[in-house]
């Protein structure tokens, strides 16, 4: 059984900085790829980072990508979203996910997700 646990959401002001965790437990992750989506009202879950454990290899979107960074800890089998500079506009509920094989934005083709974690940003 495949587990993601999300953690590090909250409440904080325009230009406040946070960091997400997802932990993942149940399998060895060290070939899974690796994301962060996030989600607002209304919204449809939207792509914001991506991780791959064997080459280390990271991506973020457009929209974050000079703010926000994706990193793991493999002898914690953890993933990070580190953001930096937050926006009313990336209030979302922030969701991790992986899978074996595929490693794009595509939401849909991500086998496992966390719960995810409520991040507010107020202006």
């Known amino acids: 059984q495949v587990q993601l646990v999300e953690s590090g959401g909250g409440l904080v002001q325009a230009g406040d900085s946070l960091r997400l965790s997802c932990a993942a437990s149940?399998?060895?992750?060290?070939?899974?790829?690796m994301a962060w989506f996030r989600q607002a009202p209304g919204e449809e879950r939207e792509f914001v980072a991506r991780?791959?454990?064997?080459?280390?290899?990271?991506y973020a979107a457009d929209s974050v990508k000079c703010r926000f960074t994706i990193s793991g800890d493999s002898a914690k089998n953890t993933v990070y979203l580190q953001m930096n500079s937050l926006k009313p506009e990336d209030t979302a509920v922030y969701y991790c996910?992986?899978?074996?094989?595929?490693?794009?934005?595509?939401?849909?083709?991500?086998?496992?997700w966390g719960q995810g974690t409520q991040v507010t940003v107020s202006s």
């Open positions: 149940g399998r060895t992750f060290n070939n899974y790829k």
């Open positions: 991780f791959n454990w064997r080459s280390a290899d990271t």
């Open positions: 996910a992986a899978d074996r094989f595929y490693g794009g934005d595509d939401p849909e083709r991500y086998d496992y």
